[in-house]
């Protein structure tokens, strides 16, 4: 992480060896009222958080840890909030593959994939600063399997980065996607996901294939909507579905 802090002007740059959850301390800060832009990266996490509240874990090696793990936490409240994680992936996805010569796709709503794999996760959250008031504190954890060896504890045999760019440290992952990461995430508090739908169209794995919803919905996918929504054409017609769980249907 050397030399990243003045590449982000008022944003303070934390790096610690340990933690629970770096999402955990953004939000339990946030929880103490301290709500300045910081980005929070974690060597190693011991209560690593996925979404659904699964758990994020990565094999630990005694040298180089195996996977990336940072939270962005900066004071926001976008006005509308559906499509921040599709923005974020696709901001993820450009940096770490920038023309699309390894594949990397995006999986609505938050997953970056490699080759039908999962290479990174995305776990937003927000805390509210005071009770009474609309003052939010946004905190956007990502978390991305570098390598070389598989993070464990997924559903699914993980990608990692190292696949197909041996030398990458995480260091070096986190100075390549971080400047543009702030950069969009700004640009969605701005003008919400109209400006990342075609973005996130290049990359979406789903667009064209038959899909199931984890509420036993089966439809084609038609690609995402103006405002993030997973398009799904069923017998009743086509279906805007702001969240659930989805599954390509072999074929
Ligand atoms: C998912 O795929 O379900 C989301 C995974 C998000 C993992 C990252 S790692 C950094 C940050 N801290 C956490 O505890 N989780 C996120």
Not at 9 to 21: H, K, Y
Not at 87 to 101: F, I, K, R
Not at 105 to 115: A, T
Not at 148 to 164: D, H, I, Q, S
Request: neutral net charge; hydrophobic residues 40%.
């Amino acid at each position: 992480t050397q030399g990243l802090q003045p590449m982000l002007p008022g944003l303070r740059v934390e790096v610690v060896a340990e933690i629970d959850s770096t999402n955990s301390e953004l939000m339990r800060r946030a929880r103490d009222g301290r709500n300045a832009p910081v980005l929070l990266v974690a060597v190693r996490q011991t209560a690593g958080r996925g979404r659904m509240g699964r758990p994020w874990q990565s094999a630990q090696d005694a040298g180089e840890p195996p996977s990336l793990t940072f939270s962005l936490g900066l004071p926001l409240a976008p006005r509308d909030w559906s499509g921040l994680s599709l923005a974020v992936g696709a901001s993820v996805a450009e940096s770490l593959d920038p023309t699309q010569a390894a594949g990397v796709k995006l999986k609505w709503p938050n997953d970056v994939w490699k080759e039908e794999r999962k290479l990174a996760g995305i776990l937003i959250e927000t805390a509210l600063l005071q009770p009474d008031a609309s003052d939010r504190y946004l905190v956007i954890g990502i978390g991305i399997n570098v390598g070389p060896r598989e993070a464990v504890g997924l559903n699914t045999p993980p990608a990692w980065l190292k696949e197909w760019r041996p030398d990458i440290t995480p260091g070096e992952v986190l100075r390549e996607i971080v400047v543009p990461l702030v950069r969009d995430v700004l640009l969605f508090n701005d003008r919400g996901f109209v400006p990342f739908a075609a973005r996130f169209a290049e990359r979406d794995v789903l667009r064209g294939r038959d899909v199931r919803l984890s509420d036993g919905t089966e439809g084609h996918c038609e690609g995402v909507g103006w405002g993030g929504e997973l398009l799904v054409r069923t017998a009743a017609g086509v279906q805007l579905i702001s969240s659930a769980e989805v599954s390509v249907r072999p074929q």
